[in-house]
């Protein structure tokens, strides 16, 4: 393969959705801040931005954990950069 170049993808994981550039980076670690989460992980598909979480205590309230989650980031981040799913 002399002379070719595989593309693998970004590096800095910079997407564009809906005209927008988007750093998945600065969205996980604006959730991986909060106390409640123990790891994330921030993707977009078919131009939707989907954060998959893991909670520390897995017993907590999924649907309030989301909806507070959603509004920690509608508080810090323009509304393109909120998540539309929430997956605990």
Known sequence: ????IDYAGRIDHQVKIRGFRIEL???EARLQAHPAIREVS???LDGQLAAYLVPNEPD???QS???T???ELRAHLPDYM???HFIV
């Open 1 to 4: 393969m002399v002379g070719m």
């Open 25 to 27: 980076g600065e969205i």
């Open 42 to 44: 921030v993707l977009a």
């Open 60 to 62: 907590q309230d999924q």
């Open 65 to 67: 954990l989301r909806e």
């Open 69 to 71: 989650l959603k509004n």
């Open 82 to 84: 909120v998540p539309t």
